[in-house]
């Protein structure tokens, strides 16, 4: 009782000392400009951190391996949003980067994959290549890249123009969409990295003429290179108990060496895998990554003044290994061990550079990743592999009994089936029945589980489910005419690594943490949806929203 009694003893002396502080300020604003008080409020920089492919379970299956000063700082000073998803498919790179900055899906922003059949010039399209600008950096077309197909405005571009321009926006990441798509259309610059013979971190004229003095110096100091060596466990691999064994069946392994096992001699290997290209496969890259961000703090003089900059640092490397070797493989958890390191490092770096207090962090994903299949079947979960030949081939057999014509299916991609409408025109065919007889075929074929037309698309309004995600993920300008879900686990992919694009849980459930300047501390299992970061942070900064979001903030997440 007497500890009860002490407890509201304390809690009532804080009322008080807070409300009188309060007060104090409250009155301290009448003698200071309203701006001081606006930009006093705000954090000084604001870092927005993707790890591709970062499945919610890596967070805590291999959490108590961690160390203290990476994910487990987010988590024991931050707010963990644990039941965090995307809300729209197909979770690919592109799309992801795109929605956790913008607060919205593909339907509204446009990025509806990473390539797709664009109908107007009739072919493939990567969703940030840009023929009418010029590398920077490279003689390699790899610089050639801008955010213009992408339709809606970022967190960082509202920053932009709230602050007149005068807060900074920087992208970084070694995949070139990593980098450009989070840092917006108003980016003061983006900068990814350029492998092959080169080894060197390279942007487009869309941003600048010439790479800046800090770029070219960290360039020129061999960074890269001094990652081209072996890749050995952290730890001993015996106490790598949260993963399968380091040999077998469902990994894939780089070229030139017999077996996907450890350890890996990176400069043997690189000659035969790209060169330093090599290194964004391998958890190296997210270490370049993190000193390239640190150089970038000082270089670009990010948070040194009261007006908020954004910084956009996207840890690739995850990705790829994940592709490679499967998400239960050695190599993913030795990859998260040694991530876990570079986020430390660039936290230290943030807390010396910027000030402890004075920036704030989230931590997020693009998408997810399934378990290889193989795997799956060699436990009995229903699991498996599509053939998109022989669908495409089936299919055209369809077409030619059905209409006597074998053109009439332009493409087929990411699930999704392009018609021919100036050949259905020619022919006085109806397109919505076309599109209704393809969906009818379809769904006769083996481990096709839904097929919905563009029309359905358009017209219906889905509130749950698959249907749900389909719709958000549907672009009515640039998606295709049919759209096909497979069943859960079944995937068209090689039959070892994993991949991600579905709208099932293993791809769309991903971590998502918030730490430093206005974030309170705890976690919920409330569900949050990934175009929720956007508006967050836009209410942290009291910013204008992009201008597609369709989230909302996190309330329970600030201060
Ligand atoms: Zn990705």
Redo the contacts with the bound molecule.
């Keep these: 009782m007497q500890i009860h009694v002490m407890k509201h003893l304390v809690v009532l002396f804080f009322i008080l000392v807070l409300s009188s502080s309060v007060k104090a300020q409250i009155e301290n604003t009448s003698s200071q400009t309203q701006s001081e008080f606006m930009t006093q409020s705000k954090p000084k920089l604001v870092v927005g951190i993707v790890v ?2 970062m499945r919610y379970d890596y967070l805590t299956r291999f959490y108590n391996k961690y160390g203290e000063g990476g994910f487990k700082r987010m988590v024991k000073e931050g707010y963990n949003c644990k039941n965090n998803h995307f809300n729209y498919v197909p979770t ?2 592109g799309p ?2 795109t929605s956790v900055y913008t607060g919205t899906t593909p339907k509204y922003h446009g990025i509806i994959s990473n390539n797709w059949y664009d109908k107007q010039i009739k072919a493939m399209v990567y969703c940030t290549q840009d023929d009418s600008v010029q590398s920077v950096g490279t003689m390699d077309i790899s610089g050639k890249m801008s955010p213009k197909r992408m339709k809606t405005t970022t967190f960082g571009d509202e920053n932009r123009l709230f602050t007149q321009m005068k807060g900074k926006t920087i992208g970084i990441s070694v995949k070139d969409r ?1 980098a450009i798509l989070p840092a917006g259309h108003t980016a003061n610059g983006a900068f990814w990295f350029q492998g092959k013979e080169e080894g060197n971190w390279i942007s487009s004229t869309y941003y600048m003429d010439k790479l800046p003095k800090w770029v070219t110096d960290f360039n020129t100091a061999g960074w890269a290179k001094k990652y081209l060596k072996v890749w050995n466990t952290l730890y001993d691999i015996k106490l790598y108990s949260e993963s399968g064994s380091d040999l077998n069946d469902f990994e894939g392994g780089f070229v030139g060496k017999e077996t996907a096992t450890f350890p890996y001699d990176l400069n043997a290997l690189k000659d035969r895998n790209g060169g330093y290209e090599i290194i964004k496969a391998t958890p190296y890259g997210n270490s370049l990554t993190a000193d390239f961000a640190i150089a970038a703090i000082d270089g670009e003089q990010l948070g040194q003044d009261n007006i908020t900059d954004i910084l956009t640092v996207s840890f ?1 490397s995850t ?1 790829y290994v994940g592709h490679n070797f499967g998400v239960n493989s050695k190599e993913i958890e030795d990859t998260y061990l040694r991530l876990d390191l570079d986020l430390e490092r660039l936290f230290k770096a943030l807390d010396e550079k910027v000030g402890y207090g004075e920036y704030t962090v989230f931590l997020t994903s ?2 997810g990743a399934i378990e290889v299949p193989s795997y799956l079947q060699s436990l009995k979960i229903p699991a498996g592999y599509l053939d998109n030949i022989k669908t495409r081939q089936n299919l055209d057999m369809f077409m030619r009994a059905t209409y006597k014509a074998g053109d009439l299916i332009e493409n087929i991609s990411n699930d999704q089936v392009f018609l021919n409408r100036a050949k259905i025109k020619e022919m006085h065919l109806d397109l919505d029945d076309v599109q209704e007889a393809i969906v009818n075929e379809l769904i006769t074929y083996d481990h096709i589980d839904k097929v919905y037309s563009a029309e359905t698309m358009n017209t219906s309004s889905f509130t749950t489910g698959v249907e749900e995600l389909l719709q958000k993920g549907f672009n009515q300008k640039r998606s295709g005419d049919v759209i096909m879900v497979a069943d859960p686990g079944f995937i068209s992919y090689n039959k070892t690594g994993s991949t ?1 694009g579905s709208a099932f849980n293993y791809d769309t459930h991903v971590p998502l943490l918030f730490f430093g300047k206005g974030i309170k501390h705890g976690e919920t299992l409330q569900k949050t949806e990934i175009t929720d970061i956007a508006p967050t942070i836009s209410a942290l900064l009291s910013i204008s929203f992009p201008n597609g979001c369709i989230g909302s903030p996190l309330s329970f997440v600030l201060d």
Aim: cysteine-free; aromatic content about 8%.
């Design positions: 591709d492919q690919y790179t992801g980067h990593g690739s990705d693009d998408h991600h």
